[in-house]
């Protein structure tokens, strides 16, 4: 197989695949660079693939193997890497601009290491970024709260290498407890770090699958970690759940229907997946898929009645609720 540019994007992408843990098959794979073509229009066969997986084997010697009960492909040796050609101009500027971004979301150390790639990105770059320079101006705003930065390199580390670290955890209410955690997923929301996590038993023993449950724990109640070697089995399901922002296990709400005002529908797509939308004189009538019950009530009541319920008579009910708690409350002041 020649290796054209169109090829060393598509290895490319398949590599960060691999890499990310995403067991790529045909479908998922096929369906990450339909995500990545502009116009949504990309094709390739099975055998493509088939013969890019062979091509990573034979020409760079990847450590490539399936995995039957995920049903896709894997890297037996995470650390391995392939020499791939340089990146392109416009790859670059993206890789550049993603990590100056990233930067200022981690805590540190991470935050110093994604500096030094940024540089070294920049030292190997012969037309460097001034052409960039307002670009580079973007401004990622940092965690909310302050994440200690022991906890956090090891929280990192154990995620990015599938072991078990031992927490000590303050919740919002009652003692905090010591818990060895699987960290099977790492997410930033709403301006703070979460650990997509499942217990382990106090010996290590892990919980059967019929009742493990996922908890989103806020990295910055985290007091103290501690790496160990015991390995764990990423859950394919949770990592999806994470992609798909449900974070937290809050009670979904489906097909929520809401006649909005024009300041209402200005906002509205930065909170929600609008998969719907109708115009009815001055007003939009939009369907969201779905959303936790709490941020339709919270949307609702924040508009100011420029937003309006059309379905769900109990969140309407809760958002009244909420809306005579909130004047009862003004009133005794």
């Not at 034979?58 to 490539?64: D, F, K, Q, S, V």
């Not at 103290?224 to 859950?235: K, R």
Request: aromatic share 8%.
């Amino acid at each position: 197989m020649g290796t054209t540019k169109h090829n060393i994007r598509r290895l490319k992408r398949l590599l960060a695949m691999l890499k990310e843990n995403r067991y790529p098959n045909y479908p998922r794979f096929l369906a990450e660079m339909k995500r990545q073509d502009i116009a949504g229009a990309y094709n390739l066969s099975a055998r493509t693939l088939l013969r890019d997986i062979a091509f990573l084997k034979n020409e760079y010697r990847a450590p490539i193997e399936y995995d039957h009960e995920r049903r896709g492909y894997f890297l037996t040796d995470p650390d391995w890497s392939a020499d791939i050609p340089l990146l392109e101009d416009s790859e670059m500027r993206a890789a550049v601009l993603g990590a100056r971004l990233a930067e200022n979301l981690m805590p540190a150390p991470v935050k110093q290491e994604m500096r030094a790639a940024v540089d070294t990105l920049l030292a190997v770059n012969d037309k460097g970024m001034d052409e960039q320079t307002a670009l580079l101006s973007l401004v990622a705003l940092g965690s909310r709260a302050q994440v200690d930065e022991k906890v956090f390199r090891i929280v990192f580390d154990a995620w990015q290498k599938h072991r078990c670290v031992k927490i000590v955890y303050a919740p919002v209410a009652g003692p905090a407890t010591a818990r060895l955690i699987e960290p099977q997923a790492l997410a930033f929301y709403e301006g703070n770090w979460y650990i997509k996590a499942i217990s382990r038993t106090k010996d290590g023993k892990g919980i059967p699958k019929e009742k493990r449950r996922a908890a989103a724990l806020a990295l910055h109640r985290v007091r103290s970690a501690e790496g160990t070697t015991v390995a764990f089995e990423p859950d394919q399901s949770i990592i999806d759940a994470v992609n798909r922002r449900e974070i937290f296990d809050f009670p979904q709400v489906k097909d929520i229907r809401l006649r909005l005002g024009a300041e209402a529908r200005k906002f509205i797509g930065e909170e929600f997946d609008i998969t719907e939308e109708k115009h009815d004189g001055e007003y939009s009538i939009v369907r969201i898929a779905s959303a936790p019950a709490y941020r339709i009530v919270n949307y609702v009541l924040v508009e100011g009645g420029d937003a309006q319920l059309l379905n769900h008579p109990e969140l309407a009910a809760e958002v009244v609720k909420r809306a005579r708690g909130a004047i009862d409350a003004q009133k005794k002041r």
